[in-house]
């Protein structure tokens, strides 16, 4: 079946500093990946997403690279603000499972002064 | 654009009770999908609908039944809430032709 693995967290990080959150999966199949991200209180927000092996998915600020060799979609961000505390998830689809999203369990980062 | 609208946004009930979370879109996606959100464990989904009429089993469902009348609505209901079904569940639904998953800003359930 799919799984998705990611670094435990809270992630506790200084302004500007830089983000690395790992995530690496198992599928069957070809998975489409993403990240989501999750503001306190709110729902779920598509961060980026990529769909095929090299692809780079990228949305304020954020990127992270499909790597099939090594099943890994790590998040990266240069520059971390105040503003992207929250709990980041990485999940995946594929196909022939009927659209059904796996999730890693949340990384939580926390971004200080 | 209301998007996915879930009511309501918290509901604390006693074991034993029965109750209905609803999920509602207006952007006439196919699929819709219920899911619960524990400490530690991501999300996890309980039951899916690829379309009006149809629907089918997740990861977690005992405890749950749902439906799919319209395009429009999926509600989930609890039929005999217990402590373990204290959680926060999201409603999510997709496209046919695009992989982005849009998510209603969740129900937060506590059964005492």
């Known amino acids: 079946g799919n799984s998705v693995t990611q670094m435990e967290g809270p992630v506790t990080l200084s302004e500007e500093a830089f983000l690395t959150i790992n995530c690496t999966y198992t599928a069957t199949g070809y998975p489409s990946l993403f990240w989501y991200v999750q503001y306190p209180g709110e729902g779920l927000q598509l961060l980026l997403k990529a769909t095929k092996a090299d692809d780079k998915g990228s949305n304020k600020g954020f990127e992270a690279t499909y790597r099939k060799e090594t099943t890994s979609f790590h998040l990266e961000k240069g520059s971390v603000q105040v503003s992207d505390s929250a709990v980041y998830f990485c999940a995946l689809v594929t196909t022939g499972t009927a659209s059904k999203l796996t999730f890693g369990t949340g990384t939580r980062l926390q971004v200080t002064l | 654009n209301a998007g996915v609208t879930q009511t309501p946004k918290f509901q604390v009930l006693k074991t034993g009770q029965s109750m209905t979370l609803q999920c509602a879109q207006d952007m006439n996606h196919e699929y819709m999908s219920w899911y619960r959100q524990d400490p530690g464990m991501g999300l996890r989904l309980i039951h899916y609908?690829?379309?009006?009429?149809?629907?089918d089993q997740g990861e977690v469902p005992n405890g749950y039944n749902v439906s799919r009348s319209t395009t429009e609505d999926f509600p989930l209901r609890l039929l005999s809430a217990a402590p373990s079904q204290t959680s926060v569940y999201f409603c999510?639904?997709?496209?046919?032709?695009?992989?982005?998953?849009?998510f209603g800003s969740g129900t937060r359930l506590t059964v005492v």
């Open positions: 609908s690829v379309g009006a009429g149809i629907t």
């Open positions: 999510a639904t997709r496209s046919d032709r695009v992989y982005g998953y849009t």
